[in-house]
């Protein structure tokens, strides 16, 4: 582009960096997304296809953006965690964040046929964007500690109010001054769930701990190389365990293979275009995987957006037949 006399204009632009050596962590939640719930007839107090919605999103924007190295989702809002070391963007925050924000809003809308079927989208949903900066590892896991439990607070509230308001035909303003006097013991709404036939325990976990997206290396059928694969896992991200077996998100170390255990598993996240009359090949586009132990190696390598489609519960179906 030719240089003009207005562009010294460009100088006036703000800059503002994340600082270096911290953990960032982009944070959108859903701006007034409980009317927009009703709007669209969400089921109470959980919609499970709106939850994966929300993960098919967050893996797109995993896809697009390498240095992600785990997402955290629960509700209507995502967290994602990038690697300590990122030079994303020089470490500009409105950047990053506007290119997380945007990515993830669009997905959504792209995606929302394929999880919602027939329910018309009546209006655009809008996502509000935080940015954090963690300089420990003890901050970082706090922080997704303190979301998750965030959720089990939340969630066991819920259950008991819809409870009272759908199973106890009680209305919303009954239910809500029932349970005002014991909003914080939370044993208590375990005993009314209990009153209605409800075992909290036994409600998926998918509800109860949210969502966490990693990326693992998977051999594929066909090729037999390592791809690398966007997994969505429901787990407990308060003790170390989960930290022992995925240490290379913190110790930005090459991607492990995944291997699936009795308290990782997760949900199948729908296959990609399922929605465009098969006009587009479902045949995987992918490169592999560079396996090693230099510094490269550790950087995680941009692959196809299809990646992230696979049915853990049955991996001979991974990734389309």
């Given at each position: 582009m030719a240089k003009s006399k207005y562009e010294y204009v460009k100088n006036f632009e703000a800059e503002d960096k994340c600082l270096p050596n911290c953990w960032i962590v982009v944070n959108l939640d859903g701006k007034c997304f409980q009317?927009?719930?009703?709007m669209h007839g969400f089921e109470k107090p959980n919609d499970k296809r709106s939850l994966e919605l929300m993960s098919r999103s967050?893996?797109?924007?995993?896809?697009?953006i390498r240095d992600i190295v785990l997402a955290y989702g629960q509700s209507d809002e995502y967290s994602f965690v990038f690697r300590k070391d990122t030079g994303l963007f020089n470490r500009r925050t409105e950047k990053i964040l506007t290119i997380v924000n945007s990515l993830f809003s669009a997905a959504f809308v792209f995606y929302w046929k394929s999880f919602l079927g027939f329910t018309n989208m009546l209006y655009p949903p809008a996502f509000e964007g935080h940015v954090y900066l963690f300089p420990s590892e003890l901050n970082l896991k706090d922080y997704l500690s303190w979301r998750q439990i965030e959720l089990h607070a939340n969630n066991l509230y819920s259950s008991a109010f819809w409870a009272m308001v759908l199973k106890g035909k009680l209305s919303p303003k009954e239910a809500e001054e029932k349970l005002r006097p014991i909003a914080f013991v939370s044993h208590r709404h375990e005993l009314i769930l209990k009153d209605y036939g409800i075992i909290y325990g036994n409600e998926p976990i998918l509800f109860r701990k949210g969502t966490t997206l990693v990326r693992k290396l998977v051999p594929l059928p066909g090729d037999g190389k390592f791809h690398q694969v966007v997994f969505?896992?429901?787990?407990?991200?308060?003790n170390d365990e989960f930290w022992r077996e995925n240490s290379e998100i913190l110790g930005l170390k090459p991607l492990t293979v995944f291997?699936?255990?009795n308290n990782n598993l997760g949900f199948p996240i729908k296959r990609q275009m399922n929605d465009m009359n098969g006009d587009i090949s479902m045949k995987p586009n992918m490169k592999p995987a560079e396996i090693g132990n230099s510094a490269n190696d550790a950087k995680i390598k941009p692959f196809d957006r299809r990646m992230s489609d696979v049915n853990i519960k049955n991996k001979q179906d991974t990734m389309g037949k």
């Open positions: 009317r927009f719930a009703e967050a893996a797109a924007v995993m896809e697009e969505p896992l429901c787990i407990d991200l308060t291997k699936p255990g």
